[in-house]
């Protein structure tokens, strides 16, 4: 690992300490094992028949070298052509699954895309329908066997005499400060841009995430991937399971979770918040079911985890843990395959209530920090107990330096900074001053090197009466009441706040249930008077915890979950603020009348 530079140096680590099970998906139902030296050779024969079809760095630049496609699931196909592209030279643009024809085409098209290798017939189908569109594009390739479509197959040939010279004459030539990837942000809103990312940023990100999870046993590295690869904290995930000794095994798909892990049983996975919430809600659902004295010391367990502090607790207080361990969280533990030592968490922020059930489980949460352009990781609580905290996003990763400006605003500077956006200058220069990279969200540091976000810099809105209000610590804290699924405040330009909610429906038709509430619809039972009090007594508890200006004084009660598919969120789980504006915009005026009600009120 010591002469690691480049990303694909891993093919060499690997082989030091090989691996029966490196990279591993199920086909046919079963799991199929990728040995070291299988994806060492299929590595080699790919980056081969690149080279043979002319695919190279050409002049060095970011706009000079060929750029290589890849839309696909999680699978051992993805890492396997990410390895063998950047060993020809060339940089992957990876685009994830669900993107649209429209933005596939400029995408493809701004990048001038060479060849593009997708996994299944309906991706395949989506850049055949603007293929003639894009100029640049040769050929399409796919990783499933389908009709009418070239399978990647073909470019698998055996190895001709002299390809490993072949292969290091090129590769000797390539530098850590090369481009290894154009990462293209989902964005919550505008036009996508183009994130150029080096060998050096993600593997100084890698090296020091990697240390992070050193006190994980050697023997139980094993993890279960299932995040879009395309996205830089999957990706970057990736090559620490690659230099650190993981075994990867990827979910079939997003639906097989659960059955997956209890397969794989792996020490480790990432996740977003949104699936933790699940999980809990499945577990929470599991217990509303359980009667008598099993009910009983179900939720007393939960009320136990839920005062969870990671330092300094009582004597009594670890007797309690410890039973409740032995009665609940066991069995929480073994419904997630029953070895999980942490849940590293990312991409949006995690309810503090959250961090604190799962680590009294034993099952340690890890959240951190970053975006697409720090490759990603700025800041992460550690395996380690001493450098974890409820309530941050962990210390500062190694080599990374952080600074708060005058308004608040998170600035980074360190090894992990992009080289900038793909043929935007302009707004490089907006993004980066002195090599300070501004990240937009607010934050605070202290003395300790604990970094805390408390808001998006854009997301702060101005009401009407000239006073500002950060949306997210209002949503986070509200939405640790299990009965609030998802909520977004709203409030610009307008006398006072309100918000629109979602509804966790799982824990709220059992209340429902319970109270001979009668349910037809999701949309006819926010209609319901004793369902309106409900959020209205959980919005008025809340409350005096913010100022005035911040409390929620009507809100609106939604039917439908906001979702990717549905256009409402990102494909990492971030809600779409503008685009879930402008969809409830009729909901949103109705809270808005001439006369301003001080209490909070459902408007129907």
């Given at each position: 690992m010591e002469n690691a530079t480049r990303l694909f140096d891993c093919i060499n680590t690997q082989a030091r300490a090989p691996r029966v099970d490196l990279l591993n998906a199920?086909?046919?139902?079963?799991?199929?094992?990728?040995?070291?030296?299988?994806?060492?050779?299929?590595?080699?024969?790919?980056?081969?028949?690149?080279?043979?079809?002319g695919v190279s760095g050409n002049d060095g630049t970011a706009a000079g070298r060929d750029k290589i496609g890849l839309i696909s699931n999680g699978r051992p196909e993805w890492i396997i052509t990410d390895l063998a592209v950047q060993q020809t030279g060339a940089i992957l643009v990876p685009l994830y699954p669900n993107t649209g024809t429209k933005e596939i085409e400029q995408i493809l098209n701004e990048a001038e895309v060479k060849f593009v290798f997708v996994s299944s017939k309906d991706l395949c189908d989506k850049v055949k329908l603007v293929?003639?569109?894009?100029?640049?594009l040769k050929a399409i390739y796919t990783f499933d066997h389908i009709d009418d479509c070239t399978h990647w197959s073909v470019l698998l040939k055996p190895l001709a005499d002299g390809y490993e010279q072949k292969i290091k004459a090129i590769s000797d030539s390539i530098t850590e400060n090369d481009i290894a990837t154009i990462i293209y942000t989902s964005g919550t809103t505008g036009r996508p841009k183009g994130v150029m990312l080096t060998h050096?940023?993600?593997?100084?990100?890698?090296?020091?995430?990697?240390?992070?999870l050193s006190q994980i046993p050697l023997k139980e590295r094993s993890v279960l991937s299932f995040l879009p690869l395309n996205h830089i904290f999957e990706k970057m995930c990736t090559y620490v399971y690659l230099y650190y000794g993981f075994s990867i095994y990827y979910a079939e798909n997003m639906d097989t979770i659960g059955p997956n892990l209890k397969e794989v049983k792996p020490s480790l996975f990432t996740a977003v918040p949104r699936l933790l919430e699940k999980v809990f809600e499945k577990i929470m659902v599991q217990g509303q079911k359980l009667t008598g004295i099993k009910r009983k010391i179900f939720f007393w367990s939960v009320k136990v985890a839920e005062a969870y502090e990671l330092h300094d607790t009582s004597l009594w207080y670890k007797i309690k843990l410890a039973i409740a361990d032995k009665l609940v969280y066991s069995k929480w533990r073994n419904a997630i395959g029953g070895n999980i030592k942490a849940i590293v968490v990312g991409s949006s922020a995690c309810p503090v209530k959250l961090e604190r059930i799962f680590t009294a489980a034993n099952i340690v949460i890890m959240e951190g920090y970053g975006l697409t352009e720090t490759s990603p990781v700025i800041a992460v609580n550690c395996y380690e107990k001493s450098k974890r905290r409820f309530g941050t996003v962990g210390p500062l990763l190694s080599g990374v330096q952080v600074k708060i400006a005058a308004d608040g605003e998170i600035l980074c500077k360190g090894p992990n900074i992009m080289a900038g956006y793909y043929k935007n200058?302009?707004?490089?220069?907006?993004?980066?001053?002195?090599?300070?990279?501004?990240?937009?969200?607010?934050?605070?540091?202290?003395?300790?090197?604990?970094?805390k976000i408390t808001d998006r810099k854009k997301e702060i809105f101005k009401t009407s009466g000239g006073k500002y209000v950060a949306p997210l610590p209002i949503e986070n804290k509200m939405k640790e009441n299990y009965f609030i699924e998802q909520m977004m405040v709203v409030g610009s330009e307008r006398k006072f706040v309100a918000a629109l909610i979602v509804p966790s429906y799982t824990h709220l038709k059992p209340w429902c249930d319970k109270n001979e509430i009668p349910f037809l619809s999701n949309k006819e039972l926010i209609k319901d008077?004793?369902?309106?009090?409900?959020?209205?007594?959980?919005?008025?508890?809340?409350?005096?915890?913010?100022?005035?200006?911040?409390?929620?004084?009507?809100i609106t009660l939604l039917s439908n979950e906001w979702s990717i598919d549905s256009g409402e969120l990102t494909p990492t789980g971030k809600m779409k603020r503008k685009v879930i504006a402008e969809k409830y915009k009729t909901e949103i005026d109705k809270m808005y009348p001439s006369e301003v009600n001080e209490n909070p009120t459902f408007v129907n």
């Open positions: 199920k086909e046919n139902g079963s799991w199929k094992l990728y040995s070291t030296a299988e994806v060492h050779t299929m590595v080699y024969q790919l980056c081969t028949a690149l080279i043979d079809l293929h003639a569109n894009i100029p640049s050096k940023n993600i593997m100084s990100n890698a090296m020091a995430s990697g240390a992070v200058a302009e707004l490089t220069a907006e993004v980066i001053e002195d090599g300070w990279f501004h990240t937009g969200d607010i934050g605070e540091l202290d003395k300790d090197s604990f970094l008077a004793r369902v309106i009090e409900l959020y209205q007594s959980i919005i008025n508890t809340y409350n005096p915890e913010f100022n005035h200006v911040e409390q929620v004084k009507k």
